[in-house]
Nanobody
Framework: QVQLVESGGGLVQTGGSLGLSCAAS????????MGWFRQAPGKEREFVAA????????YYADSVKGRFTISRDNAKNTVYLQMNSLKPEDTAVYYC???????????????????WGQGTQVTVSS
């Protein structure tokens, strides 16, 4: 069993920055891929970014590439999402998730992940 708790969401103006954190407990996640997804009202949950266990390989949705950066600190069992140049269309609830497949799955897909956090709201005002 893994518990994931996101933090760092809030209200920011267009062009601003926010940093999200996701702390894992119950099990070390240092050997597993982790990802960030988001869900806006009335829309499906969509992939944002993911990172392999070593931190050396990262993936981004085209919509956030160049603006968002995913990273992890395995010693702290925590994954981060730094969001810069925020736009109103980035407004959503942001969720982190962990993929417990030691071989690593298609971590840009929702179905690859077994555990999810409760989400944190990010609102970007225009």
């Amino acid at each position: 069993q893994v518990q994931l708790v996101e933090s760092g969401g809030g209200l920011v103006q267009t062009g601003g920055s926010l940093g999200l954190s996701c702390a894992a407990s119950g099990r070390t996640v240092s050997r597993y891929a982790m990802g960030w997804f988001r869900q806006a009202p009335g829309k499906e949950r969509e992939f944002v970014a993911a990172i392999r266990w070593s931190g050396g390989t990262t993936y981004y949705a085209d919509s956030v590439k160049g603006r968002f950066t995913i990273s992890r600190d395995n010693a702290k069992n925590t994954v981060y999402l730094q969001m810069n140049s925020l736009k109103p269309e980035d407004t959503a609830v942001y969720y982190c998730a962990v993929d417990l497949n030691p071989l690593g799955g298609l971590i840009t897909k929702r179905y690859a992940y077994e555990y999810w956090g409760q989400g944190t709201q990010v609102t970007v005002s225009s």
